[in-house]
């Protein structure tokens, strides 16, 4: 029950909580190519992009550290091409453009937004269905007294009218959101996490097997 909870809890935070940093992420990238793009004739939209894909390679190690608590497995950061030890002030300031992974991170910013609206859209409705049809029964008797408040769904469904099928009616709805509030929850993370893993990560390299002594390899 402790690992459930915990599962629970850690989807529910990484698909709420990713939401923001989605919105902020897509915001840099749409912002920064979009001025970057439009002053490129001038010099100064290459520095733009550069400014841009390096905010976007920090934003895309925010979201490798949250991935392993949801996979339940480690992850490996994608190589970057370093600055040659050579370079001086321009070539550093656009090193951030050079490695492959850049375009990625930029695209991913893109992309992940929409998926990560539609995951935290769809936990938010669970826990407010779970927890208002909980707790329906402590104040649906409130709501069914008031004046012009429509009961018509249960007797359309055949359940019979009344204030009591109605508070049992929502609150079996509630129960139903709470029955199916863990998987829904991990589906919704697990569509976010495996976007991400896909396009900001790479597989760890496995340790090196060990040669047994006396052998000789090649």
Same mark, same amino acid.
Request: charged share 10%.
């Given at each position: @029950?402790?690992?459930?909870?915990?599962?629970?809890?850690?989807?529910?935070?990484?698909?709420? *909580?990713?939401?923001? @940093?989605?919105?902020?992420?897509? =915001?840099?990238?749409?912002?920064?190519?979009? =001025?970057? *793009?439009?002053? /490129?004739?001038? &010099?100064?939209?290459?520095?733009?992009?550069?400014?841009?894909?390096?905010?976007?390679?920090?934003?895309?190690?925010?979201?490798?550290? =949250?991935?392993?608590?949801?996979?339940?497995?480690?992850?490996?950061?994608?190589?970057?091409?370093?600055?040659?030890?050579?370079?001086?002030?321009?070539?550093?300031?656009?090193?951030?453009?050079? %490695?492959?992974?850049?375009?990625?991170?930029?695209?991913?910013?893109?992309?992940?937004? #929409?998926? %990560?609206? /539609? /995951? %935290?859209?769809?936990?938010?409705?669970?826990?407010?269905?779970?927890?208002?049809?909980?707790?329906?029964?402590?104040?649906?008797?409130?709501?069914?007294?008031? #004046?012009?408040?429509?009961?018509?769904?249960?007797?359309?469904?055949?359940?019979?009218?009344?204030?009591? @099928? &109605? !508070? !049992?009616?929502?609150?079996?709805?509630?129960?139903?959101?709470?029955?199916?509030? !863990?998987?829904?929850?991990?589906?919704?993370?697990?569509?976010?996490?495996?976007?991400?893993?896909?396009?900001?990560?790479?597989?760890?390299?496995?340790?090196?097997?060990?040669?047994? /002594?006396?052998?000789?390899?090649?």
């Amino acid at each position: @029950m402790t690992t459930l909870r915990h599962r629970l809890a850690t989807d529910t935070r990484y698909t709420l *909580l990713g939401l923001p @940093m989605a919105v902020v992420h897509f =915001a840099v990238v749409v912002v920064g190519i979009s =001025a970057g *793009l439009g002053t /490129a004739v001038v &010099f100064i939209g290459l520095p733009i992009l550069a400014a841009t894909a390096a905010a976007a390679r920090n934003l895309a190690d925010f979201e490798r550290v =949250a991935l392993p608590g949801v996979l339940g497995r480690p992850v490996a950061r994608p190589p970057y091409r370093p600055a040659p030890a050579w370079a001086g002030r321009l070539r550093r300031t656009m090193n951030p453009l050079t %490695s492959g992974q850049a375009a990625i991170d930029l695209l991913y910013g893109i992309l992940a937004f #929409p998926v %990560s609206l /539609a /995951a %935290s859209v769809v936990v938010a409705v669970w826990w407010a269905g779970t927890l208002a049809g909980l707790t329906f029964p402590l104040y649906g008797w409130i709501i069914a007294a008031i #004046p012009g408040v429509d009961h018509s769904l249960p007797e359309l469904l055949g359940l019979g009218g009344g204030d009591t @099928m &109605f !508070v !049992v009616f929502n609150t079996a709805i509630g129960v139903l959101f709470a029955l199916t509030l !863990v998987p829904v929850v991990r589906g919704a993370a697990l569509v976010k996490a495996s976007l991400a893993q896909a396009m900001l990560t790479r597989a760890p390299l496995d340790a090196p097997a060990r040669v047994p /002594a006396g052998v000789t390899v090649g």
